[in-house]
């Protein structure tokens, strides 16, 4: 016998094993059923927990590596957008140095052109002078030529054009060379050579005279012509640049009586004149060859300058051929540069579609908890299944 004391009213009564028995079942099946509530309750809890702390924490992952992909994209867009940037800074300022190079030398082209026709405009000027000023003097020399001194019939012809030279020497030729050619090893020569030369020592204008009057037997019945030949060869061979033939022959030419007689038709550089015209030919064609000389200078330096400017152009031509070279080897860099971007691109979007993939089985993974039923759980488990209908059956008998 069992003794039982009520909870309420709190009298002892005693009782059977039997009616303990069953008492004591239906304390410990309703104490099972609660605590059973109760841990199906919490461990639906804790998978709810569980789930919303997985979602919670995937999606911070998801969003930390959307931000973490966004800056690295903007990064890398950024560098993108700087290489573009100094790439089109770096051209602009080639371009610029290039057109301002371009600029100056086109305005020292044409400053050297205009120079150049302001000379050339000069010196034809000079000539045209010179011309009028020898045309002048032909005609006053013209009128001199029945006017011949009686004395030179007296003294030769050689004499006199020494005696003419050497009284204007001292002030007009001071560094002049004048004198009787004395040289015959060659078989043959001249009668005078006159050279001229400037302060450096360097020589203006040469000259070889031949003298040849009409009483002097070689000149017997000769014309002028016949001597020309002989004077192109002594000219040649001492080395002088013109040739002037000092004649009385023929004397009733008009051709040669008229003045300073240019036969550079036959021979270069070689003139026939009457004696009277000796010192005007000696200052003709030095003060030609001084303009000749400052011309010649003028030209030389033209030329350098023009060797300058073909230099400048061929600087000019390496450097934009070196440009180039350069533009395309940062081309291909740039494109190389732009291509591993495009990889990393790549690269964080297939990161991107991985993560996305993950957020699809974390869903999936979601709904399979969710569709957990007790009777999934107890399929297959016999003992579940009986401590599920044990806990299913009053509720229906009381239904009943």
Not at 120 to 144: F, H, V, W
Not at 272 to 285: A, D, K
Not at 304 to 322: G, H, R, V, Y
Request: with cysteine; glycine share 2%.
């Amino acid at each position: 016998m069992h003794e039982i004391i009520c909870p309420h009213c709190g009298k002892a009564f005693k009782i059977d094993e039997a009616g303990y028995a069953n008492i004591l079942k239906q304390v410990r099946d309703s104490d099972f059923d609660k605590q059973l509530h109760e841990r199906l309750e919490l461990a639906e809890k804790d998978k709810q927990n569980a789930v919303e702390l997985a979602k919670s924490k995937v999606t911070n992952e998801l969003q930390m590596s959307a931000v973490t992909k966004d800056a690295e994209i903007q990064n890398l867009k950024a560098k993108l957008d700087a290489i573009v940037v100094a790439q089109k800074l770096s051209i602009n300022e080639a371009v610029s140095a290039v057109a301002k190079e371009r600029d100056e030398f086109k305005n020292g082209l044409e400053r050297a052109t205009l120079e150049k026709q302001l000379a050339e405009k000069s010196l034809t000027d000079k000539y045209e002078t010179q011309l009028k000023d020898r045309d002048e003097a032909i005609e006053r020399l013209r009128d001199m030529k029945a006017r011949l001194s009686t004395k030179m019939v007296g003294e030769t012809l050689e004499q006199h054009c020494e005696t003419e030279f050497n009284r204007i020497r001292a002030t007009a030729f001071p560094k002049a060379y004048f004198e009787k050619d004395n040289n015959a090893r060659t078989g043959s020569k001249g009668d005078y050579i006159f050279r001229d030369l400037d302060e450096r020592g360097i020589e203006i204008i040469s000259i070889m005279f031949e003298m040849k009057n009409e009483n002097d037997e070689t000149a017997t019945k000769k014309k002028n012509e016949d001597f020309l030949k002989e004077l192109d060869k002594d000219r040649t061979e001492k080395g002088c640049e013109y040739a002037v033939l000092v004649s009385l022959l023929e004397p009733d030419s008009e051709l040669y009586n008229t003045g300073i007689i240019d036969v550079s038709h036959r021979f270069p550089k070689m003139y026939i004149i009457r004696p009277q015209f000796f010192i005007q030919i000696i200052t003709l064609l030095r003060n030609a060859a001084m303009n000749s000389l400052k011309y010649k200078t003028e030209l030389a330096l033209m030329r350098e300058q023009n060797i300058d400017i073909t230099n400048f152009e061929n600087d000019l031509d390496s450097f934009k051929t070196a440009f180039a070279k350069n533009y395309e080897l940062a081309s291909r860099r740039f494109q190389t540069a732009v291509d591993e971007i495009d990889k990393s691109i790549d690269h964080l979007q297939k990161t991107k579609e991985a993560l996305l993939s993950t957020d699809r089985n974390l869903r999936l993974a979601n709904d399979k908890a969710q569709d957990v039923t007790i009777k999934k759980l107890t399929r297959g488990n016999s003992t579940m299944a009986t401590k599920f209908a044990e806990l299913d059956g009053p509720s229906h008998d009381d239904e009943n």
